[in-house]
C-alpha cells in the first residue's frame, strides 16, 4: 500500500506543477535529410536541455523574450539560432557534417542507426538519488537490467550473471575485481560519470564489435570537452572533483573521486567497527599531432579497502506464528584490498577522409588481498509453529561457533594489443579488428574453516597463463531509405582449452516513411563467452581447463514508438527476446559471490519482454518509467538423485529444467522528476524499484535444492535539490553567478520507506541437519547531502 501511495502522490505532483511557458518543437536533420536521434538541444537563457527522439523531434519550453537555442550532436558542426518575440514556434534544423575528429570515428555513423543500443542521458545522473554513488545504479532503471543489491556496482541483464557484461571506456574493455563477496567491500566503479561525455547500453544482440560475452555491453565515451571546465562535489557519501582542460590541438581530462560509506554500514546487522576506504584517480590526455595522426593516453587507479572488527550480531525474523532469532558474538577482524591499475595507449591515423586505423595497447593490474581471523559464538533460538494453540509450541535452541582463519590472494595481469580499421563505402562503414589478449593469474589461497567442531581447509597455489587472439568484421548502412542493416562476425581463440569460435550477429531496422514516428528492429547472432579464471575455478581451488565457452543465441524483436501527451513528445520502446544457451556452467549466488560448478554443464533459456516510457514528463526534466519481465531455466546434465516413494521403494528422480539463479520474473523501476510551480530551481527526483524473489538455497548442497527464495526487493529512494544559482533572476547574488556556471544542493532520504531487503542468507543446522536461513539485510533508511558546483574558467 505504501508504494501505491506513493505512486498516487507522483501523478498529483505531476499535475499540480505543471508550468506555462513557450513551447517550441521542430526537427533536426542531417544534410542528407536523415533524422538525427540524440541532438542535444540547449535554451541558452532558460537553461533547459533536451534531446532529439530517434525521428530527430524535438519539444523545449522557454520563456517569453528572445530565445537562444544550441544544437550540438558529435560528428556535426554546432549550430545556435535565435528566435525572437512572437516568431513562429516550430523550428526545423539541418545539422552539418564535420570532419570528425581521429579518436571519434567510431562513434557517429549517420548510416546505421544503432539497432539494440539506447543511448543514456548523462545529465539526469547527479540527480539520481543512491546509496552507492556509482554511475552503475542508474542502469537498474534500464530495461532487462535486475534489482537486489542497491550496495554493489555490478548487475545481472535478462537472466545473465555478474560476469556477463562487457564494459568498455574509449573502445578499452575493462575488468573488475573476481573476490568481492559483498557490496559492503565495493568502492568505486572504473566507470567516472563526471569524465563522460556519451554513454550507450546494449541489452542483448549487439554488434559484432563488441567482445565475446553474453549479456550486454556498457560502451563508455570520455570525449573532447566542449570548454575548459572544473566540478567539484562533496557530501556525506563521499567527495569528487574533475577537471576538463581544452587547447588548441589538444585536451585533458582528469577526476579524482573518493566514497565513504561508514554511515551506511554502521546501521548493519553486524555490529562492530567499519573502516573503508575507497577513492581512485583518472586521467585522459589527447593530442592532435598532425591534421592526420592523434594520439591519446589514459590512466586509472583505483583502490577498495575494508576493513572490519565485528562484536555482534542479533536478527530476529520469521512470520508470527514463527519467530527466530540469532544472536552472535565476534572477535578478530576481516581485511581485504582491491587495487586496480589501468593504462592505455591509443594511437590514430586517417589518410584519407574514409579510411581510419587505429592501434589501441591497454594492460591492466589487479591485486586482491583478503585475510580474515574471525571467531563467532552464537545461540539460535525460535519457536516452530504455534497456530494450533500453545500446546504446539516446539521450542527450538541451537548453539555453536564458527571460526575461519586465512587469506586469498589473486594477482592478475592482462595485456591488449588491437588494431582496428574503418572504411566508408557510399552508404556503409565497414569495421575490422584484430586483438591479441595475454592473461596471467596467480592465486593463493590458504583458508580453514570451523563449524561446531567440524573444520574444512581449502589450500591451493594457482598459476594459469591464457592467450587469446580475437578478429571481427562488420559493416552497418542504409539499404533503403527505410531499411538500415548492421552484420558482422566475430572470431575468439583461447589457448587455455585451445577453442576456436565463430559468432556471426546481425540486425535490422524498419524506419516506415508512412509512419515516421515508429520503427521495428529485430536482431540475432551468436555469443561465445570464453572461461575466464573464475569460471574455471571451483570452491577447492581446482582449475578445469577443459570447460568448453558457454554459448548463447540471441533472437530480439522490438519497436519504438514516439507519441504526444502530456503537452510533451514521449518516447515507447518495448522488445521481446528468447535467448537459447548451450554449455552453460551451472553455479550458485551467495550475495556477490559466483560459485561455479565446474564439473558440470547445462543447457537452458531466457526469455522475456522489456517495455519503457520516457521523456519530459515536466519540462527539462527527463522521467523513465520501465517493465521487464524474464524466465530463465536451465537442465544439468547428468543430475539426479534418489528418493522414496509412497510403497518405500528407492526411485530415480532427474529433476530436469531448475529455474536459475538469476531467475527474477518481474522488474519495475520509476525514475521521476518535478519541479515546483512557485519556484522551478526547487526539483524532486524519485526512484522506486521493485524486483520480484529469487531462488536460492544452502551453499553446499547441489543445483536442485534450491527451493528457497529470497524476498522481492522494494525500494524507494527521493532527493529534493535547489539551484543556487538561476539565471533569469536577480535575487541570485552577483557572487555566484560571477564564479559558478552551476551550483546545487541536493538532500536525500535513501530507502525512504525503510524497508528490509534480504540480499542473501546465513545458513544454520540443527542436530537433525534442519537448515534454518538467516537472512542478511541490505541498508534502512539514511539521510545523504551533497553539494555541486561547476566552476566558471
Not at 589461497?445 to 570451523?450: G, M, N
Not at 570464453?530 to 575455478?537: D, I, N, R
Not at 520480484?692 to 535444492?705: A, D, E, K, W
Amino acid at each position: 500500500m505504501r508504494l501505491l501511495f506513493a505512486v498516487y502522490l507522483i501523478f498529483c505532483c505531476a499535475g499540480s506543477f505543471a508550468q506555462n511557458a513557450r513551447l517550441i518543437k521542430g526537427t533536426v536533420k542531417s544534410e542528407k535529410g536523415i533524422s538525427l536521434e540524440g541532438v542535444i538541444v540547449k535554451c541558452r537563457v532558460a537553461a533547459t536541455v533536451t534531446k532529439t527522439d530517434l525521428n530527430g523531434f524535438y519539444t523545449i519550453k522557454a520563456h517569453s523574450g528572445e530565445v537562444i537555442l544550441q544544437f550540438s550532436l558529435l560528428g556535426y558542426q554546432q549550430q545556435t539560432i535565435v528566435l525572437q518575440p512572437g516568431e513562429n514556434n516550430v523550428k526545423d534544423v539541418i545539422l552539418t557534417a564535420q570532419v570528425l575528429s581521429l579518436d571519434e570515428v567510431t562513434v557517429t555513423n549517420e548510416n546505421g542507426r544503432r539497432l539494440n543500443s539506447a543511448s543514456i542521458d548523462l545529465t539526469e545522473l547527479k540527480s539520481y538519488p543512491a546509496a552507492s554513488g556509482n554511475f552503475e545504479s542508474f542502469l537498474k532503471t534500464q530495461p532487462g537490467v535486475s534489482v537486489n543489491n542497491e550496495l554493489s556496482y555490478q548487475y545481472q541483464v535478462r537472466g545473465g550473471s555478474y560476469n556477463e557484461n562487457l564494459v568498455y571506456i574509449n573502445d578499452v574493455e575493462l575488468f573488475k575485481p573476481s573476490l568481492i563477496s559483498n557490496g559492503q567491500q565495493e568502492g568505486l566503479s572504473l566507470v567516472n560519470a563526471e569524465l563522460a561525455g556519451s554513454v550507450g547500453f546494449s541489452a542483448g544482440g549487439f554488434e559484432s564489435r563488441y567482445g565475446d560475452k553474453m549479456s550486454s555491453v556498457l560502451n563508455v565515451r570520455y570525449n573532447k570537452p566542449d570548454c575548459t571546465s572544473m566540478t567539484a562535489s562533496v557530501g556525506l557519501l563521499g567527495l569528487s572533483a574533475s577537471y576538463k582542460g581544452l587547447f588548441n590541438n589538444s585536451f585533458i581530462l582528469a577526476g579524482f573521486r573518493a566514497k565513504t560509506n561508514k554511515s551506511i554500514l554502521n546501521d548493519q546487522p553486524v555490529k562492530g567497527s567499519y573502516q573503508p576506504d575507497f577513492y581512485d584517480f583518472q586521467l585522459l590526455a589527447q593530442s592532435d599531432l598532425s591534421p592526420k595522426f592523434t594520439g591519446s593516453v589514459m590512466s586509472i587507479y583505483n583502490f577498495s579497502g575494508f576493513k572490519l572488527a565485528p562484536q555482534n550480531r542479533e536478527t530476529v525474523f520469521g512470520a508470527q506464528n514463527q519467530i527466530l532469532d540469532l544472536a552472535v558474538n565476534y572477535a578478530g577482524e576481516e581485511e581485504d584490498t582491491f587495487q586496480s591499475w589501468m593504462g592505455a595507449m591509443n594511437f590514430t591515423w586517417k589518410p584519407s577522409k574514409n579510411l581510419t586505423f587505429k592501434s589501441i595497447i591497454s594492460a591492466f593490474i589487479i591485486n586482491e588481498d583478503k585475510t580474515y581471523d574471525l571467531y563467532g559464538a552464537y545461540s539460535f533460538d525460535g519457536t516452530n509453529d504455534y497456530s494450533n494453540g500453545p500446546d504446539s509450541i516446539k521450542p527450538v535452541t541451537i548453539y555453536g561457533y564458527q571460526s575461519q582463519l586465512g587469506f586469498n590472494k589473486l594477482r592478475t595481469r592482462i595485456i591488449n594489443s588491437e588494431v582496428k580499421s574503418y572504411l566508408k563505402h557510399k552508404d556503409f562503414l565497414w569495421e575490422s579488428g584484430l586483438k591479441y589478449e595475454r592473461n596471467r593469474f596467480y592465486n593463493n589461497e590458504h583458508t580453514v574453516t570451523e563449524i561446531d567442531s567440524v573444520a574444512d581447509s581449502v589450500n591451493y597455489n594457482n598459476r594459469l597463463i591464457a592467450n587469446r587472439l580475437m578478429f571481427y568484421l562488420q559493416t552497418a548502412g542504409k539499404i533503403s531509405r527505410e531499411l538500415n542493416i548492421n552484420a558482422g562476425f566475430r572470431m575468439n581463440y583461447n589457448s587455455v582449452n585451445n577453442e576456436t569460435l565463430f559468432s556471426p550477429r546481425a540486425g535490422i531496422a524498419y524506419f516506415p516513411a508512412a509512419h515516421p514516428t515508429v520503427n521495428y528492429k529485430f536482431s540475432i547472432g551468436i555469443y561465445n563467452q570464453p572461461p575466464f579464471y573464475m569460471e574455471l575455478k571451483n570452491k577447492t581451488g581446482a582449475l578445469n581447463t577443459s570447460i568448453k565457452s558457454q554459448k548463447s543465441v540471441h533472437f530480439i524483436g522490438g519497436v519504438n514508438h514516439s507519441f504526444h501527451a502530456l503537452g510533451e513528445t514521449l518516447n515507447f520502446s518495448s522488445e521481446v527476446y528468447y535467448k537459447l544457451l548451450r554449455d552453460q556452467i551451472p553455479y550458485k549466488i551467495d550475495n556477490l559471490t559466483i560459485n561455479y560448478l565446474t564439473d558440470q554443464k547445462s543447457k537452458g533459456y531466457a526469455m522475456g519482454a522489456d517495455f519503457a516510457v520516457n521523456g519530459e514528463f515536466v519540462s527539462g526534466l527527463r522521467s523513465a518509467f520501465r517493465l521487464s519481465l524474464m524466465k530463465t531455466a536451465e537442465d544439468i546434465q547428468g543430475d539426479y538423485y534418489y528418493t522414496k516413494d509412497g510403497s518405500g521403494n528407492t526411485v530415480k528422480i532427474e529433476p530436469g529444467y531448475l529455474k536459475r539463479p538469476t531467475d527474477q520474473r518481474l522488474n519495475f523501476s520509476v525514475f521521476f522528476q518535478d519541479k515546483f510551480l512557485s519556484d522551478p530551481t526547487y526539483k524532486v527526483h524519485l526512484n522506486m524499484l521493485y524486483g520480484s524473489s529469487l531462488p536460492v538455497g544452502p551453499p553446499q548442497t547441489p543445483r536442485y535444492t534450491d527451493n528457497f527464495e529470497i524476498p522481492s526487493y522494494k525500494r524507494v529512494d527521493i532527493g529534493f535539490s535547489k539551484d543556487l544559482i538561476d539565471k533569469e533572476s536577480r535575487k541570485t547574488p552577483a557572487f555566484l553567478k560571477r564564479n559558478f556556471n552551476t551550483l546545487a544542493i541536493y538532500l536525500e532520504v535513501l530507502n525512504l520507506l525503510n524497508i528490509k531487503n534480504t540480499v542473501s542468507y546465513l545458513w544454520i543446522a540443527d542436530m537433525n541437519n534442519n537448515q534454518y536461513a538467516v537472512p542478511n539485510y541490505l541498508t534502512s533508511r539514511q539521510i545523504s547531502f551533497r553539494i555541486i558546483a561547476n566552476f566558471k574558467n
